[in-house]
Nanobody, 119 residues
Framework: QVQLVESGGGLVQAGGSLRLSCAASGITFSRFGMAWFRQAPGKEREFVADINWSDSSTSYADSVKGRFTISRDNAKNTVYLQMNSLKPEDTAVYHC????????????WGQGTQVTVSS
């Protein structure tokens, strides 16, 4: 049984910080690339950041570059998203997702954690 469980969301004022966690089970975590997506009410799902399964290289959406950092701890089967300098437009449900090695499709998804940034 594969599970991706996000935590760490909440309500924060603009300019504040949150760290999201995604704990994985049921997969060989070190063989999966991991990513964060977000979806605001009435909007399409948006890519936020990803981290490679092999060399931990990262990529980010332009909207979060310089503010967010994705990282992983394979010993803990956990991927993180450190979010700094939060803006109201960051408000969304944040989901983590997993793609096996060099495949391009995210086949496993978490249920999400709500991030709300007040002005």
């Amino acid at each position: 049984q594969v599970q991706l469980v996000e935590s760490g969301g909440g309500l924060v004022q603009a300019g504040g910080s949150l760290r999201l966690s995604c704990a994985a089970s049921g997969i060989t975590f070190s063989r999966f690339g991991m990513a964060w997506f977000r979806q605001a009410p009435g909007k399409e799902r948006e890519f936020v950041a990803d981290i490679n399964w092999s060399d931990s290289s990262t990529s980010y959406a332009d909207s979060v570059k310089g503010r967010f950092t994705i990282s992983r701890d394979n010993a803990k089967n956990t991927v993180y998203l450190q979010m700094n300098s939060l803006k109201p437009e960051d408000t969304a449900v944040y989901h983590c997702a997993a793609a096996h090695m060099n495949r391009h499709s995210y086949v496993y998804w978490g249920q999400g954690t709500q991030v709300t940034v007040s002005s």
